[in-house]
């Protein structure tokens, strides 16, 4: 019972960023950052669809998470590829996009449908990291780290590395401990508060004239 | 959860938590850092300005007084004395008298002339295509050199404080043309394009050798200027082709 009353959090989560993204859109309607409110959209309707799928008619869901962390990172990677800056970031970008689609497509092909694809996940969140690690190198070499707190790309940025660099170690660590249920979704659920936190302080704290790039 | 299932719980999350803390911190630290740092630096842009401005002004002040003291000696002087001497004569015609008049009052006028000049608040509410002209026209009464100014009509109001310096590296390579140059001739061309301004001054004179332009303290001093205010300036020359001044600045309206 209480397993399934945790599940809900990060749905609850998830609705209440998205309406509030959707509630600032004209903050950041000219900035790159404006796809970010169907993403979070995108995010919630996947969650849903999953919680059907698993709790109503109670099939496997893996399918569902696996598609959204392919096209979630694919996301990810194209928006850095659209604010980084420096040709040699921006050809990174590429090339991690390229090797993380033949991680998740060799996945889909040798791996069952019905597991999570740890190797896609594992491959892209490090990869993230790295693109959120050049983020802040461009903003820290950039006028723009006197008003970082107001930039909403700061913030994605902040969530998607606190996130991953929570969810990298408890990957390899579950292999180790076997956590698993209550306490796998404590840690989950502590890292979703920490994501859609950043994510909804940014919502409330940008600034219009400081998103159009 | 049994006891095992407790202590893992504890060790993956403390693991985390570890992980993320210390990741805050270091963004936190770093970020601030340089935040101090940037801020740092602009007060010592800013300063450094405000320093240059006043060096400036003092300058032109200085210019301006050795311009009047010459104007006094060369042109109001001898005018005076010419009266004098044609009052002294008097008795012998006395035609002479009115041609001592005629002076007398030609040296009013350029009396009056010099006197707008001085007037301190006269440069503050001048424009910098004004206060060419006025330069300008000096010139050519004192019959120094041939000088012309060309500039288009369509102006942007620049900061008062960036026209000043733009105004004292020109005086600073109008002098350099009138001292060492023995130019005879000195054209300036003004041109304000949609943010870009662009001023091009040339002269007749002997020129020098562009090796040597790091030695001129004149010189080096126009192209700091330049630096300070964030525009471009370019002295070209050569023996014998005469001396050409370029400055390109943007204007940043933001």
Known sequence: ?213 | MDQEGVQSFLIVFSIIAFCLALTVILLFAIFQNRKNKLLRLQQETESKFKEELIETQIEIREETLRNISWELHDNIGQLLTLAKIQLNEADEACLNVSEASETLSHCLKELRNLSKLINPDTFTSLTLIEALQLEIERFNRMKYLKTSLQFNEETFALNTKVEIIIFRMLQEFFTNTIKHSKATELAVWVQYNANTLEIVAKDNGIGFDNSNLSKGIGLSNIKNRAKIIGATATIESQKGEGTQFYLTYINNVS
Do not use: D
């Open chain 1, 1 to 213: 019972m209480s397993l399934t009353f945790l599940s809900y959090i990060p749905l609850v989560l998830e609705l209440t960023t998205a309406i509030i993204a959707l509630v600032m859109f004209k903050k950041y309607k000219f900035s790159n950052e404006k796809y970010f409110l169907y993403f979070l959209w995108y995010t919630f309707l996947i969650e849903i669809v999953g919680l059907i799928l698993g709790e109503v008619i109670l099939v496997n869901n893996f399918g569902v998470y696996n598609t959204f962390t392919i096209t979630s990172m694919l996301f990810y990677f194209y928006w850095y590829y659209s604010i980084l800056k420096k040709p040699e970031f921006k050809k990174t970008v590429i090339i991690f996009s390229v090797i993380f689609s033949i991680v998740a497509f060799l996945s889909l092909c040798f791996e069952s449908w019905k597991v999570y694809h740890s190797y896609t996940f594992v491959t892209g969140a490090i990869f993230l990291v790295v693109l959120t690690l050049f983020h802040f190198y461009q903003l820290l070499n950039s006028n723009e780290v006197l008003i970082v707190k107001y930039k909403l790309s700061f913030w994605i940025s902040t969530a998607l590395l606190l996130f991953y660099v929570g969810m990298i170690p408890l990957f390899f660590l579950m292999q180790y401990t076997g956590i698993v249920g209550i306490s796998y979704q404590i840690i989950l659920l502590s890292l979703n508060v920490i994501l859609y936190g950043c994510y909804t302080t940014g919502f409330l704290w940008t600034k219009k004239e400081y998103n159009r790039f």
